[in-house]
Nanobody
Framework: QVQLVESGGGLVQAGGSLRLSCAAS??????MGWYRQAPGKQRELVAT???????NYADSVKGRFTVSRDNAKNTVYLHMNILKPEDTAVYYC????????WGPGTQVTVSS
């Protein structure tokens, strides 16, 4: 069974940056990316990237976040810049295989 292991969350001041990483235990041939869930809200798409490098972003993060992928390492990254308090959430790594796979989540907290 494929496992996803996230790292890189933490506490940062508004305007700061963080980088999240997610390593898959096996090769992922399809989409990988990130979702997030804030307290009291539904889980929402942040960004995804195909194996070929095509990306998709939520409107709320366009221009601030960059998703990338290292296929040789089975790893997806999320570079987050100009962070805002409303970006505070648990961020979940996602991979599409025969089933949807999720990481355990990593907390990102942006203080004002």
């Amino acid at each position: 069974q494929v496992q996803l292991v996230e790292s890189g969350g933490g506490l940062v001041q508004a305007g700061g940056s963080l980088r999240l990483s997610c390593a898959a235990s096996r090769i992922i041939l399809n989409v990988m990316g990130w979702y997030r869930q804030a307290p009291g809200k539904q889980r929402e798409l942040v960004a995804t990237v195909t194996r070929g490098g095509n990306t998709n972003y939520a409107d709320s993060v366009k221009g601030r976040f960059t998703v990338s992928r290292d296929n040789a390492k089975n790893t997806v990254y999320l570079h987050m810049n100009i962070l805002k308090p409303e970006d505070t959430a648990v961020y979940y790594c996602y991979a599409r295989t025969l089933i949807d796979l999720w990481g355990p989540g990593t907390q990102v907290t942006v203080s004002s």
